[in-house]
């Protein structure tokens, strides 16, 4: 069950600077955006409101492939109900993340629960590539070279 966050104006300034980014960010870069900003918060109070808007589910955190947590303002706020189960496909290059809905694999993962005898079972499924901007882009810089 989802806890629910005391509203502050640091969790407001965290929350802000996080749906300013696009696609996925670690907590490093949502406080580097509050500091040029001028906003006064530490880096273990971004930490905790991250945290707090993942477990209310009105933020979504992946770990990159070199793992590395990253986090990113989702759809629906906790206030409207618990988030919509997604799946994620992610640029490696720059970030930008497209939700997914991935039927396939939630009754696969719901079977392989069953037939192991798990019950309250949950999952993550993040798919990582190259955007097609950004391969665009690869593509480009290579002919030139």
């Known amino acids: ?10 969790g407001g ?20 955006t509050l500091r040029t900003g001028g906003d ?4 273990a109070t971004v ?5 707090g808007l993942v ?3 009105e933020a979504d955190v992946i770990r990159t492939a070199s793992g590395e947590t990253t986090y990113r303002l989702c759809g629906e706020s906790a206030a409207e ?5 997604h799946h ?9 993340a497209e939700d997914v809905e991935g039927r396939a694999v939630e009754a696969w993962a719901a079977q392989v629960a069953t037939d192991a005898g798990f019950v309250d079972v949950d999952h993550t499924v993040e798919i990582f590539g190259t955007c097609a ?13």
Not at 14 to 20: F, H, I, M, P, T
Not at 81 to 85: F, Q
Request: aromatic content about 4%.
């Open 47 to 51: 930490y905790r409101h991250l945290q």
């Open 40 to 43: 006064a918060v530490g880096l």
């Open 81 to 85: 109900g618990p988030a919509h189960h």
């Open 55 to 57: 477990e209310t589910g």
């Open 13 to 32: 300034a965290v929350r802000d600077a996080l749906r300013s980014l696009d696609g996925f960010h670690s907590a490093q870069d949502v406080y580097a």
């Open 133 to 145: 901007e950004c391969a665009a882009t690869a593509a480009a810089a290579a002919t030139k070279a």
């Open 88 to 96: 994620h496909l992610v640029c490696r290059s720059c970030g930008r």
């Open 1 to 10: 069950m989802a806890r629910s966050q005391r509203v502050t104006k640091q």
